[in-house]
């Protein structure tokens, strides 16, 4: 990671309140432990826990398969809220400490619009957001 990159990640990271958890699934080739070690090295609130299963198949990349990484309170049974296939990079890992910061604070990153219209729907609904790195 470069340097500047490393300061300003940690000085995000640094907002922490509370202590969080990351998920991961478990790849037969991935150590979810390799690809946080950085974040964790920038934050002693940050811990990862395994959830459940193997990483799932992706039917878009069918020969792929990706570890899934989430997020919770550290006190919490299991992640909630977002789910990241592969560990982010780019931008993703901007809006991924900028979730981790905020769970910790206790604050939601949706708009008042957003939270409003999510508090209206009756079923669960997946979105997937195709990224690249970048």
Known sequence: MIEARRRLLGA???EMERPVSVWSTL???VDPDADLAQL????PLLSVREFGGAAPEDPLLPSS????YG???AEEDGPRGNRHAGFPTGFSLDAFVDELVALSRGQSLASPLA???IGRMRRPVA???LTSPG
């Open 71 to 73: 997020m919770s309170l």
């Open 40 to 43: 964790l090295s920038l934050q």
């Open 115 to 117: 939270r409003e219209t």
């Open 65 to 68: 398969r990706y570890p899934v």
């Open 12 to 14: 995000a990271l640094g």
């Open 127 to 129: 979105v997937r957001i």
């Open 27 to 29: 790849a037969a080739d």
